[in-house]
């Protein structure tokens, strides 16, 4: 195969499959996807249902089977899984690494999991999937693998390259030698690089760097990937609290995971409360967009209430409705804009942390800019272009300066609250605060517009 | 240095530091330096200005320093770079890779740019880096780095290891040696690996891997990041298009392209118009927020006058003013969420894109769900909380209905057009398309409004 000749993934194969399935013309599919890469099999098996897929996985060698289900993503991991029985998910687990095994594993019901690691055959693989097992899915631990190449301190360079003589089936891919005492302890790493340019008989004590960054197996995957990004590394060493070395991390998990992070932000700052994908049915898309809708409601209700309260005031100078949008849209504007500063400075984490007060400060001054300028702005326009009402002109310039500071107020504590609390900060610039800073800026143009008017 | 222990950077450490800078004291900078990851420096000089970091940088390792100014971000880099004449900065291009001595040039003026390359000693770097300071930035061309190992697929495994070793100091990371052809053309690459565990009179022909993955030049970074994370690969070779070998990208500057984008797209979704970190001066801050301020205030402006037209209806039936909010406030929810899901299946790029009207269609078909539901609730609500007007409850839950479907349609629509000119459709979520979104909604009720009641 060329090297720039990658699977054609056209619809008119997609096209041909289906029929290939339908018609049970198993050679079609064994042909085409012969050297296929499985990344690819599995992009092209995602537009098919379960049931197809079994069909077309159950043709094809069971490395690369297995390959293709660990490649899915969870949902449609999740439900290709319920196509196969134990047995054959314990035979794809034997293809692939420790924590692919485990994260296939507890997309299985309890039970379910149960039977597929009593029928795996490799007992080493077993225990090593069952420490996984163990860790949060989302913690350091849970992210490893069990797979890598460690050598004893007191080794020469010969017996590194014959360990990895003997793992290399184990192992796809070394980047680095991991160095430990005789009690397991990480010591620091030697580079594949430098095994090959070093005498066969230097011991390993000689030619290791002693000086690398490692993780422990508690560590959140937020903070393991920022550790891998700040010092450009494709895998890192994983330790327990007494410092012995358990497993390795390597980048491309954590690439999977700075993706994940940076959707699920996204949903949560557009006011969608599942994980849904654009080819989600009908009836999940629906779903996953109404609690916000709701709550958006809700506060729209609640909206019409307070204005109720008002309603004399509105019949006499019917003009401050006007500006009822007005404030309202500035104060989201400006809590968000807020907010969305303070959780990108959570997300790059540095240890040099305003403290709060300092920030809230810092928010405040931009505030009393930009609600200067806003005011200014609306004073004019207001009077010039809606109402010649001078008294109406102070009352809604008045009210979007003391919205712009509020909204700035809570934008920033809002996300550092969260953050305290161990809730996702982004949560912030979605629909719940959104909606209450709404109320907030309208009660507040009632309120000067009761006082002032 | 023990493997765990992390260079200390506390504010303790900052305060000293600043001392020493301040009293001359470069024992104390040297000694509490020694040793430190360049990344660890670099986010202690990211507190400090130019000319602070500029003392301590001249007192450390020219490599040391190269690698600190290569680890900052663009703007800081920016700034400490005008502290250094055309010839330190030569220095320290001389330590980095051709990709990372590019990016620097590229912070430089033009004319500043010319003196610092007339000044580079070596010349295979220069012509290198004038190779790729051709390159978009943001292509694989821009990101690319000159360095890696390459072999002629008619070498032995010995040959092969003696360029290797030839290059050692010049290519940081070895994942593979690629392989290519008397002509340059890319055939496969060898694992180190497999060099590491082959016989050493082996052929390269008999044992690298030709079915791999590359990129060419032109590409975009994010189809880059989309392959490389497809694929897992820790680097990808870059290919010109007659398929000749020229670079090479490696993973750690694609989760840097993912971070940005991601970065980007939240500024652009929560209406923050530059690039701007939370420890950014007042003025920078405030500016960066005030052109969707601005926006929004022309939008609720706009609001205004529109209602002012309907000075008399608000008169006489008061309550039609109490649910502006609501009806302002669902559509634009209704399209940011309708747009988000756009954006992150474009993000996600396959070959199998539904076409736009089956997309429309979807979209149309879970606003119908949504709008019903929605509709009830507030044709229920609004009759029983507000105002008990059988006729306003028709209009508001009509104009709900109407404007759910019409934010979604324009939700849908707007990212892929905006991605069809090439503009980023994250865009769609931000602040000029949402305040757009609220007037058509304001439009829509007061339309129906006048219709219906």
Avoid at 222 to 235: C, G, H, P, Q, T
Wanted: negative net charge.
């Amino acid at each position: 195969m060329d090297v720039n000749a990658q699977f054609e993934l056209s619809k008119e194969y997609l096209e041909k499959l289906k029929n290939a399935i339908d018609g049970d013309d198993k050679d079609f599919i064994k042909t085409t996807m012969d050297g296929v890469n499985h990344a690819d099999i599995s992009s092209v098996l995602e537009e098919f249902n379960s049931a197809d897929s079994k069909f077309v996985i159950d043709l094809l060698d069971v490395e690369v089977g297995a390959n293709i289900i660990s490649d899915l993503d969870d949902d449609t991991q999740k439900s290709f899984l319920k196509e196969f029985d134990s047995v054959e998910i314990a035979k794809f687990i034997d293809y692939l690494d420790s924590d692919d095994s485990a994260d296939i594993l507890n997309e299985l019901p309890l039970k379910a999991r149960q039977e597929v690691i009593s029928k795996i055959e490799n007992q080493e693989k077993t225990a090593n999937i069952l420490e996984l097992l163990r860790y949060e899915e989302d913690s350091a631990g849970g992210l490893m693998a069990k797979e890598m190449i460690r050598a004893n301190i007191n080794w020469t360079v010969v017996q590194c390259i014959e360990e990895i003589r003997r793992q290399a089936g184990n192992v796809q891919k070394i980047y680095s030698v991991y160095v430990v005492d005789n009690k397991d302890k990480l010591l620091g790493r030697v580079s594949l690089k430098r095994i090959i340019l070093a005498d066969d008989n230097k011991k390993i004590a000689d030619i290791y760097e002693d000086d690398i960054a490692s993780v422990e197996t508690f560590m959140d995957e937020e903070e393991v990937a920022s550790i891998m990004r700040k010092y450009d590394l494709e895998a890192v060493p994983v330790v327990n609290v007494h410092g012995k070395l358990v497993g390795r991390i390597t980048i491309d998990d954590i690439v999977d995971v700075i993706t994940e992070l940076a959707e699920q932000e996204r949903q949560l700052m557009s006011g969608i409360s599942e994980d849904v994908e654009e080819d989600d049915s009908l009836w999940v898309s629906a779903r996953a967009r109404l609690p916000w809708l709701v709550i958006g409601l809700a506060g729209g209700i609640l909206a019409a209430k307070v204005m109720g309260f008002f309603e004399e005031a509105i019949k006499s100078v019917t003009a401050m409705a006007f500006f009822v949008p007005l404030i309202m849209a500035t104060g989201g504007n400006v809590g968000i804009q807020s907010s969305s500063i303070i959780v990108q400075s959570l997300a790059n984490k540095s240890v040099f942390e305003e403290n709060t007060f300092k920030r809230l400060l810092k928010a405040l001054l931009v505030a009393i800019i930009n609600g200067a300028v806003l005011g200014a702005v609306v004073f004019i326009t207001s009077y010039l272009l809606i109402d010649n009402d001078i008294r109406l002109a102070i009352v809604v310039s008045t009210s979007l300066v003391s919205v712009v500071l509020l909204a700035s107020f809570t934008g920033t504590l809002t996300p550092l609250v969260l953050d305290k609390m161990g809730i996702n900060p982004a949560l912030a610039s979605g629909p719940f605060i959104t909606t209450a800073n709404d109320l907030l800026g309208l009660g507040v143009y009632f309120i000067i517009f009761y006082v002032l008017y």
